[in-house]
């Protein structure tokens, strides 16, 4: 009987149900901030785009 060795990567070892519960609760951690910078980011867009309508505020004229 002889010994086989496998060429496997740690990285690319099968997860436990434990490392993805906490694997998904980080990601969707991060979707939700992500997600509140994208609105506050349309907001702004919204303001920048309010002041050019109305001639461009105080700034150069």
């Known amino acids: 009987m002889a010994i086989q060795h496998k060429q496997t990567s740690i990285a690319k070892r099968p997860k436990t149900p434990e490392e ?22 349309q907001l702004a867009l919204c303001d920048v ?12 004229e």
């Open 20 to 41: 993805l519960t906490a694997e998904n609760k980080a990601l969707k951690s991060t979707a939700a901030a992500l997600e509140a910078q994208v609105t506050d980011l």
């Open 49 to 60: 785009y309010e002041m050019a309508a109305l001639g461009g505020g105080n700034g150069g």
